[in-house]
């Protein structure tokens, strides 16, 4: 039974800092692409930070030079570290792992997600 399983969500201020854990319960976790994606409150889901299996990553416009995604390959996590949070961050972080196979099989999980709230 695959398992993701966020952390580290809650209430911070403007401009203050917060750092996501997601722990993945996934065999050949190393060979997952890992991303943290997030939902507001009447908006579409949309990518926040990936990290390939090689460990290239992409961000989304909004959180460029702001957030920096990580993965551990020998705990199978993957962790987002957001800085100069703004409002408008506020949302539901979900972790999510993907994995597309050579046969055409795919494979893509997600987490329960965490709350992210930004306010003064």
């Known amino acids: 039974q695959v398992q993701l399983v966020e952390s580290g969500g809650g209430l911070v201020q403007p401009g203050g800092s917060l750092r996501l854990s997601c722990a993945a319960s996934?065999?050949?976790?190393?060979?997952?692409?890992m991303g943290w994606y997030r939902q507001a409150p009447g908006k579409q889901r949309e990518l926040v930070a990936r990290?390939?299996?090689?460990?290239?990553?992409h961000y989304g416009d909004s959180v460029k030079g702001r957030f920096t995604i990580s993965r551990d390959n020998a705990k199978n996590t993957v962790d987002l570290q957001m800085s100069s949070l703004k409002p408008e961050d506020t949302a539901v972080y979900y972790c999510?792992?993907?994995?597309?196979?050579?046969?055409?099989?795919?494979?893509?999980?997600w987490g329960q997600g965490t709350q992210v709230t930004v306010s003064s």
């Open positions: 999510n792992a993907f994995r597309s196979m050579y046969s055409g099989n795919e494979y893509d999980y």
């Open positions: 996934i065999i050949f976790f190393r060979l997952y692409e």
């Open positions: 990290i390939t299996s090689a460990g290239s990553t």
